[in-house]
């Protein structure tokens, strides 16, 4: 048995077989084959089955992005077919390599062609090949390896997990999450929470250590992770996921009622969403509406920007799963770890300092104002409402209104359907915080999001292993931000809320809830079990 350490990221145990998800590179040294025969056979396999998740993904695209996004899978399943790829993979096997060590030669070169054409298109052209590349040599590795491809439930492995791979996890599949890199607040760590799959991040030695099929037993709650666990420690953990289940079971029974304190204030529990499936999951579990609707999904994993009717639709759907209760739509938080190809942003030497979120959106007027004109299209059929990112000086937020009214005038003459919506602030910047009094003169209401919030004031990147023991969202210099915005609301009368991950986390949720927080926002799996920490606060003193 190995016993590892990492951030505890998503609480729950789960026991199961690894499955471990590799980054594919072309940069293997070269394997060689006595049977070129067979090489060719596994190449020619591999095209055939990748030709065949290559349609059925263009099936899947053009239902949920439409048709012209799906188009570029057309394109791949052209380029799979290209004789100058079947040429030059030939020839290496006739050489003497195995198909694996053919294809990566062959696609090094191809995309490097691309790469060194002056003209913009065919540049982009090498990203295809290499997703090509990726996807046929993940065929001839899934003919070899013993991946415990028909387990009903494995535990995730891998570096780490990025923003576009939540698009593909197989949820039913996954027990539970394991990374190497990562911190409680990055994007592995959001997701297990989202879907109330328990997650280990930050295990440093994790991916030398396992291989597929190898068990794992994690406890999510800890940062536990044990390799080849004993018999007496599949027992613990057996039993810490019996207490969870346990614990939740009591939380379901109740999530319906509202989550008053034992002085009798009540504090409304909402949801954090990053689609539509979301929001439904979190009104199932008792959210009194969505205080969070991450609208960066809709933009990542795709070629080209959601037009304005993409995104009415996205976000009139995002209403009506939440049946008439509030939904906030928060302007796209792009930048900073979540790139998108086609906004073309520079790369920076402090992504977390520069251009991300409302600084981007303001530049990219056009980007900003077709969202607005979505949201408040939308807002015609639901109750929604706007949120906008990473607000450092008032009159980031003032331009926003202007936009807004703008946007509103022009709908009302072009004689489409729309509503005003409110228009709030989320508090993530330490100077935010700190000029809440006057800040909220511009605002309808205010959100804390504590992940950026904690990651600004405690200098400590939120998803950074290294420096996790820093990152703490209930440290006295937090919580006495959150106190200072607390206090610019209430003079203001608006009202405030926290939507970062330390609102499900029970020992950081009771404080907020002292410090006079109105409502607290959560993963759609979480918001039974905040609603039963909100029923032990006490707000009075
Ligand atoms: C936050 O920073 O707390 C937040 C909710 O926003 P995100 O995690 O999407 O940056
Ligand atoms: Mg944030």
């Keep these: 048995m190995i016993a590892l350490a990492g951030i505890p990221a998503s609480s729950g145990a789960a026991i199961g077989p690894a499955r471990v998800m590799k980054r594919i590179s072309f940069d293997i040294p070269d394997a060689h084959s006595a049977d070129p025969e067979a090489e060719k056979a596994r190449f020619r396999s591999a095209v055939s089955s990748a030709a065949v998740e290559i349609s059925n993904l263009k099936a899947a695209a053009e239902k949920k992005l439409g048709r012209a996004e799906a188009e570029i899978f057309a394109a791949h399943a052209l380029m799979l077919e290209d004789p100058a790829l079947e040429d030059a993979v030939a020839d290496g096997i006739t050489v003497g390599l195995t198909a694996e060590s053919a294809v990566a030669g062959a696609i090094r070169n191809l995309a490097a062609q691309f790469d060194s054409m002056e003209d913009d298109y065919f540049k982009q052209r090498a990203a295809d090949v290499k997703d090509i590349g990726r996807r046929i040599l993940k065929k001839l590795e899934g003919e070899k390896s013993a991946s415990p491809e028909n387990d009903s439930a494995c535990i995730l492995v891998t570096d780490e997990l990025l923003p576009s791979d939540t698009i593909s996890l197989d949820t039913a599949r996954t027990a539970g999450i394991v990374t190497e890199r990562g911190g409680a607040a990055s994007h592995a760590s959001i997701l297990a929470r989202a879907l109330g799959i328990p997650c280990v991040v930050g295990v440093e030695g994790l991916l ?43 939380a379901m029974k109740r999530k319906n009622e509202p989550a008053v304190t034992v002085d009798g204030c009540v504090i409304p529990v909402f949801g954090n969403a990053g689609s539509v499936a979301d929001v439904a999951a979190a009104i199932a579990n008792g959210a009194e509406g969505i205080g969070l609707f991450r609208t960066e999904f809709l933009f990542l994993g795709r070629k080209t920007m959601p037009t304005e009717d993409e995104q009415t639709a996205e976000y009139s759907a995002a209403a009506a799963a939440a049946g008439g209760k509030p939904v906030t739509i928060r302007l796209l938080d792009i930048g900073g770890d979540k790139p998108a190809e086609y906004l073309a942003i520079p790369s920076e030497a402090n992504p977390f300092l520069g251009f991300r979120a409302i600084r981007l959106l303001l530049e990219r007027r056009d980007v900003l104002k077709t969202q607005i004109r979505a949201i408040l299209r939308a807002a015609a059929s639901g109750d929604l409402l706007i949120l906008v990112p990473m607000i450092s000086d008032i009159s980031e937020l003032k331009t926003v209104r202007e936009i807004r009214d703008e946007c509103l005038s022009e709908l009302e003459r072009e004689g489409k359907e729309c509503k005003k919506t409110k228009l709030g602030a989320m508090i993530e910047v330490p100077a935010a915080a700190l000029c809440a009094d006057r800040l909220a003169a511009a605002a309808d209401f205010f959100s804390i999001g504590t992940n950026d919030l904690t990651q600004y004031c405690m200098a400590a990147d939120r998803g950074n292993a290294a420096v996790a023991h820093l990152f703490n969202p209930a440290h006295p210099a937090v919580l006495s931000l959150i106190e200072h915005t607390v206090r610019g609301a209430r003079a203001a009368h608006i009202k405030v809320s926290v939507c970062g991950e330390a609102a499900a986390d029970e020992t950081a949720a009771r404080e907020f809830v002292s410090l006079g927080v109105d409502y607290l926002s959560v993963a759609p799996a979480a918001v039974p079990l905040a609603k039963e920490t909100v029923r032990t606060c006490r707000v009075s003193p």
């Excluded at 068990?215 to 969870?244: Q, T, Y």
């Design 208 to 250: 030398e250590r396992t291989s597929d099929g190898v068990e794992i037993a994690i406890d999510g709650g800890k940062g536990e992770v044990l390799i080849h666990p004993s018999e007496n420690a599949k027992k613990r953990f057996e039993s810490v996921a019996a207490a969870a289940r346990e614990k939740r079971a009591a």
